[in-house]
């Protein structure tokens, strides 16, 4: 009897361990465990509670094997329990059912310890329990498979409770030949239902992601050694194959360009290396027609019939990256011409200029009076210009040659492949004597020219944007001559320009700060070289330094602030003269220069009368100096307000004589009463020729009733030569230089204390009480 008890626990045992290694293939399925253990632990507990159950049911030995095999059928009966509730998917409450378990334990342990028949029949009550519970549990709405292994807990209940029935102690052959049979089958039961819901829950999820994969929007693609072995509907469409056309073999090799297939395969045997391998990649690829589409993909490892696969997903992103490229390019192109545009320069600037690079050179070239053609032919006009100017420039330029438009009529020629200087001055002529031919445009032949600078690297700039900055430097130098031009960069062309910008930056700043100041240049009648006046000449005292007007006039007038700069140095004349005024009780007249662009101003000649008012000054100790050829550019700006100075009694002065073109009946229509000979009419005196041309000029000037300014007398004879030609006044170096305001005042001092012991003067004394209208004649 104990032989067959001990095979019936031993196969109960072999069973456990099959149902172990079933749940070691999934572990997903945790009540294949739970039984797995339950029926080991049922073996353990019929072995130690019946079949070597001592002799001596007394001791210590017999009350731990009872406790043992108490432990294990409880133990048995709970997993049982929990793999039943688990298989329906039941909640357990695990602390509360191990309660329950330990007082069964106990109450077996409590029965054996008053005896042994006791603990037999109470362990089979708990046993028929757990058994009936689990096939209630299993048979509930469950299909044939789950009713029969319901069946077999029913039965195997039946077995127990039939134990103390037919022996008190549990030891009965057909107790234990039936639960030989009927274990056995509970247990293949179990182990095939466990396998039939691992497949059927397998073939649900398989169906599952063939659902998932076959109505993806995303392509999806199996590759193994290089071959399509999947594709779903998705990925089929997005290379334009039906969805029942089979796939070729060569199908990689034909949807993958030849230069990218390299890299292809590299990723492909990347990916199949490494389990945990996930790579993002864009690439073009082919449709079944030859069409390129752009793919963007998420490769990652698979297993694949057992062998390692390369996972691909993918979505076709042409319509995105078309958008991409077409934005790109608006970035990069100029819509008008199709040329690059300034960007696109920047960046390839930025590409070419890395330490150690070859050299390359920057041809930046601007059309000349291109705002001409906008403003009298209109915008149309001049855009189709521009068209025409790119083509023919893109067409005869050379290969290495790269054209672009910075913008407006500025375009930029980028030469690589290391040109000599001579290189790049040949391409540029090219490029200017291409223009020679005229342009037809809307029945009308335009003539165009064009001005060029080149820089070169690295030796004009080490970056692009030094670079750019020489060219145009270059290009802006040139564009000072007449006609079609070229030039080089020069570093100097630099020191000019930043030189102008700081000018511009730091005059308006000067004017408020009132750094500016007037030098006092005087002026000597003829003859007598007694001082008769002089000439204000404004300078600015900067803190790093004195500034040539010659910088910052030409700054104020191209940044407007021309203006405030005049009206300051009139500003500052007329207090130097109420100065002097108080000081001497008389003064001479001194002459400022006015620039043409504040006679724009309607309100100039009212607002100097009222200045002259304010300081209480008398009209004719200021005189307004004009330019010649300002004043003919201006003519209907300067005339009306020449006219409204000269009526109130201010003198007026023609500066720079001789240097413009001005005619005999203009001469007599402007309201001056000085005519100021430029130097260049001064320095060869007294030279035959230049004698003549003053002698007339005096003449027409004397014809006039104006007084005659030689300027820029050097030398005694020149002096000289002037005084005998008809000039009136003289001034220059040779008789006094530009002086501080405390110097001239000291000579102006002296200048009228020697004027007091003589009866007559040859010059004008201004006084507070009584001022001539006109200056006395000579």
């Known amino acids: 009897m104990t032989s067959l008890m001990l095979i019936s626990a031993g196969l109960n045992a072999m069973l456990g361990a099959a149902l172990l290694l079933l749940w070691q293939q999934d572990r997903r399925y945790l009540y294949v465990r739970d039984w797995g253990w339950s029926w080991i632990l049922l073996s353990l507990g019929l072995t130690l509670g019946l079949a070597l159950v001592p002799e001596l049911k007394s001791g210590w030995r017999y009350d731990l094997q009872a406790l043992l095999a108490s432990t294990c059928l409880m133990g048995s009966l709970s997993l049982q329990v929990s793999g039943a509730r688990n298989y329906r998917g039941l909640g357990w409450r695990r602390p509360l059912w191990i309660t329950v378990f330990i007082g069964m334990m106990v109450c077996i342990v409590w029965m054996a310890s008053l005896d042994h028949r006791y603990a037999v029949r109470i362990a089979a009550v708990f046993l028929v329990l757990g058994c009936w519970s689990c096939a209630w549990w299993m048979g509930r709405a469950g299909h044939s498979g789950e009713r029969f292994v319901a069946a077999c807990f029913f039965a195997a209940g039946l077995v127990h409770g039939s134990s103390p029935m037919l022996d008190p102690a549990g030891r009965s052959p057909i107790t234990h030949t039936l639960g030989l049979f009927v274990q056995t089958t509970l247990s293949l039961g179990l182990i095939l239902l466990s396998a039939a819901r691992a497949h059927a829950e397998t073939r649900r999820q398989n169906e599952r992601f063939t659902k998932l994969a076959e109505h993806s929007l995303q392509g999806l693609g199996v590759l193994q050694n290089h071959r399509v072995v999947y594709t779903n509907p998705a990925a089929r469409a997005i290379f334009g194959f039906d969805p029942g056309t089979s796939q070729p073999d060569d199908l990689v090799e034909a949807l993958v360009p030849p230069e990218l297939r390299n890299a292809a395969r590299e990723r492909h045997q990347r990916v199949i290396a490494d389990p945990n391998a996930r790579i993002e990649w864009e690439a073009t690829r082919l449709t079944k027609s030859g069409e390129p589409i752009y793919i963007r993909g998420l490769s990652s490892h698979l297993e694949w019939d057992g062998a390692p696969a390369e996972l691909m997903v993918m979505i076709d992103d042409s319509s995105r990256q078309r958008a991409v490229d077409a934005l790109r390019r608006q970035a990069l192109h100029d819509e008008l011409t199709d040329l690059p545009n300034r960007n696109f320069a920047v960046e390839r600037l930025r590409e070419l200029t890395y330490l150690g690079a070859p ?26 210009l521009l068209h025409a100017v790119a083509r023919r420039l893109c067409h005869r330029l050379p290969p290495q040659a790269t054209l672009s438009r910075l913008g407006e009529d500025q375009f930029l020629v980028l030469l690589e492949g290391e040109p000599t200087p001579e290189t790049v001055q040949q391409v540029a002529e090219q490029m200017l004597a291409m223009l020679n031919t005229p342009f037809a445009l809307e029945g009308a032949e335009l003539f165009v020219n064009m001005s060029a600078g080149a820089a070169l690297f690295p030796q004009d700039g080490r970056d692009g944007a030094s670079l750019l900055r020489a060219a145009d430097s270059a290009m802006h130098k040139a564009k000072g001559k007449a006609g079609a031009s070229f030039m080089f960069f020069d570093p100097s062309m630099n020191g000019a320009a930043r030189a102008r910008l700081e000018a511009e930056q730091s005059l308006g700043r000067a004017i408020v700060e009132r750094e500016f100041l007037l030098e006092y240049q005087p002026k000597f009648s003829a003859g007598s070289r007694q001082l008769c006046g002089f000439e204000a000449l404004v300078r600015w005292e900067r803190p790093g330094g004195r500034i040539s007007p010659v910088e910052f006039v030409p700054a104020a007038e191209r940044t407007g602030q021309i203006k405030a700069l005049g009206e300051l140095i009139l500003d500052i004349a007329c207090q130097q003269l109420r100065e002097w005024l108080d000081r ?84 007599r229509q402007l309201p001056i009463n000085t005519m100021k000979l430029d130097r260049s009419m001064i320095d060869p005196l007294p030279e035959a020729q230049a004698s003549a041309v003053v002698k007339a000029t005096c003449a027409l000037g004397h014809s006039l009733q104006l007084e005659i300014v030689a300027e820029g007398v050097e030398t005694e004879l020149q002096a000289r030569a002037a005084e005998d030609l008809g000039c009136t006044q003289l001034q220059g170096y040779h008789l006094g230089r530009p002086m501080a305001a405390a110097a001239a005042g000291a000579l102006l001092g002296q200048a009228l204390s020697q004027s007091k012991h003589r009866r007559t003067s040859l010059t004008p004394q201004l006084r507070l009480d009584s001022m001539p209208s006109q200056p006395p004649s000579v």
């Not at 390359?360 to 189709?384: K, M, P, T």
Request: aromatic share 8%; with cysteine; net charge negative.
């Open 584 to 667: 001497w009780g008389q003064v001479l007249p001194v002459a400022v220069n006015v620039s043409p662009l504040q006679f724009d101003d309607a309100g100039f000649a009212a607002r100097l009368l009222s200045k002259l008012r304010d300081y209480e000054l008398p009209e004719q100790g200021l005189e307004v100096e004009i330019t010649e050829t300002a004043a003919i550019g201006h003519l209907d700006r300067v005339l009306p307000q020449l006219q409204v100075l000269r009526q109130a009694g201010v003198f007026c002065t023609l500066d720079d004589f001789g240097t413009g073109q001005s005619s005999l009946t203009m001469l």
């Open 359 to 384: 050299t390359f050179a920057l041809i930046s070239a601007d059309l000349d009076r291109f705002q001409l053609v906008n403003e009298s032919l209109g915008h149309a006009v001049g855009d189709a």
